[in-house]
């Protein structure tokens, strides 16, 4: 799979969002299917604020957000859209700061599960939950040292 990431004008620290590019990549490269697109987009609090209200009804912000691809818009370089991901790059550092990670990893982690949501897992239930954080530690086993692993699925 492809990886496609824009970041929002309005985001502070590009620097370090371009810099994470890499990582996604290689991240998106990795996870099947192999063929296909993902958008990344790297938005501020007050954009993922409203997208969470809009469409989860959560007037908070989120740190991702993932929709699946919309039918009636194909990609226009023939690329096949598996869909797309928001990422809040202030609320992904927050929740880094509490898990006590770097923040590089934990959007690892959140790529990851934006991945497999767009792959069908779910965390709707608790044996739904555990089969999605299984699968995410198992992907992300050996591309992340084993104590960061650790403390992001605490």
Do not use: Q
Request: charged letters at 30%.
């Amino acid at each position: 799979m492809k990886a496609a990431i824009t970041c929002s004008p309005r985001v502070r620290n590009r620097e370090e969002l371009s810099a994470l590019a890499p990582l996604l990549r290689s991240l998106a490269g990795a996870a099947p299917p192999r063929g296909g697109l993902v958008a990344v987009n790297w938005i501020g609090a007050r954009a993922m604020a409203r997208l969470n209200g809009r469409f989860r009804g959560r007037a908070r912000v989120a740190e991702i957000l993932t929709f699946p691809p919309a039918e009636d818009f194909p990609d226009p370089s023939g690329e096949s859209p598996r869909g797309e991901i928001y990422l809040c790059w202030a609320a992904l550092r927050e929740g880094a700061r509490r898990r006590g990670v770097p923040a590089r990893a934990y959007a690892a982690r959140l790529f990851v599960h934006g991945l497999f949501h767009l792959r069908g897992y779910r965390h709707d239930t608790e044996r739904r939950g555990e089969e999605m954080e299984r699968a995410e530690r198992r992907f992300l086993r050996g591309r992340l040292p084993s104590r960061v692993l650790d403390r992001l699925f605490a």
